[in-house]
């Protein structure tokens, strides 16, 4: 299957998420897979993580000898009650022609779903390249009876030293040990850090509130915030393309700013593809360090970002973190609804409003824009507290 590819990586799931375990996402660098070895050394770096108790499913756009890596799917084995879910509909969708399927673990784990994706996709008029069953540093094909190339005791392949994983490396692709050190990533930090974002935030607070308490203009003092706000995130962009990071002051503010829709649309407005790496930076930077109740904001444009630039395994990762802290953060809810669905990020990307188009939409800035925050203030924040104030991510996906 020599062939140029472009891989596309594929990540952990969220718990309320039935079918893939890894929702399916689609981007560029290209690497040759001219091999079976190529294949599976390649997909560590699509999914992020090395896989176990696992089938993976890559899609191939064109035909051979040109044939390209469009889209790479994980489920978790063995596969749930929705099996293989809206998977065919999908590759039809996106112009795939061929598939590779690969199952990580065990005979008896792997082989019933390899044989019902093989039925499946076949009935679907794909052309199944290869079959593989990996395990142990070892791989079987299905497609393979000759007892010459396929040994009874497997196929000794090289897992990390490959040439493709040294291709994937310089394409800036990581293949983490497995999922679980992936959603480790994402922990919060301990020890001193905690103390003193937890001490920033508090100071911040009070502070806010006794502006808020005094405060004779509502809506005058909106305004004031929410462009404050939004040349806070602009100024966070910046310096995390220069490689800077912000301070415990400036970190704990701007997880306040967050809380206000406007000024977390403007940070979703202002994703580019020049900087989607300092965005990358900036909100795993704070899904880590802030405080559990204003991390939803952060995690779900975490979330949104990798997602858009190809790597939802950290998508997933950071829209569970988002979850976790509130069950009803409705950016993260709708965008892993849009993910479930199979919506491709380039239909995302499409729909991106501009700065100027969310302040056409949603006016001028008014004092219920700051309850969700001021809410969160007194620690009061429930679910969904980002509804009371509006938002414009419904026009993404509604």
Known sequence: ???????????????????????????????????????????????????????????????????????????????????????????????????????????????????????????????????????????????????????????PYERRASAVAAEAILHGLVALPDRQTLERSLDPVTGP???????????????????????????????????????????????????????????????????????RDEAWALVTEENHDAHLKLWHDLTRRLEPRFVPPAASLLGLVAWRRGDSALAGVALARAHEADPGYSMANLLAHAIHHLVPPHVLNDRMPSPEELDQEMGSPRMAWLLPMAALLEGSGGPGREAAAGSSWSRVTG
């Not at 993580?49 to 790479?72: C, E, K, N």
């Not at 005094?214 to 909106?222: E, K, L, P």
């Not at 305004?223 to 415990?248: H, P, Q, W």
């Open 1 to 155: 299957m020599a062939s140029p590819v472009s891989p596309e990586q594929s990540p952990s799931a969220l718990p309320v998420w039935p079918g893939a375990s890894s929702p399916p996402s689609f981007s560029p660098p290209r690497l040759l897979l001219g091999s079976t070895e190529d294949v599976l050394g390649a997909v560590p770096y699509l999914l992020g993580f090395h896989p176990a108790d696992s089938l993976v499913v890559i899609g191939l756009t064109g035909g051979p000898p040109r044939s390209r890596l469009h889209l790479t799917v994980r489920w978790d084995l063995p596969l749930g009650s929705g099996g293989l879910g809206q998977i065919a509909p999908l590759f039809g969708k996106e112009g795939v022609t061929q598939v590779v399927v690969v199952g990580y673990g065990s005979g008896p784990l792997v082989t019933p779903a390899v044989d019902e994706a093989v039925a499946l996709f076949r009935r679907s008029g794909l052309t199944v390249v290869d079959a593989l069953r990996v395990e142990g540093g070892r791989y079987w094909s299905y497609g393979c009876s000759r007892t010459d190339c396929c040994s009874a005791d497997g196929m």
């Open 193 to 263: 850090a905690r103390e003193a974002i937890r001490e920033a935030t508090g100071r911040l607070a009070e502070e806010l509130r006794g502006r808020l308490a005094g405060c004779r203009d509502a809506d005058g003092f909106a305004a004031e915030f929410v462009a404050d706000g939004m040349a806070r995130v602009r100024e966070a962009i910046v310096t995390y393309a220069s490689g800077g990071r912000l301070g415990e002051d400036q970190a704990a503010r701007l997880g306040l700013d967050l809380a206000v829709i406007r000024i």
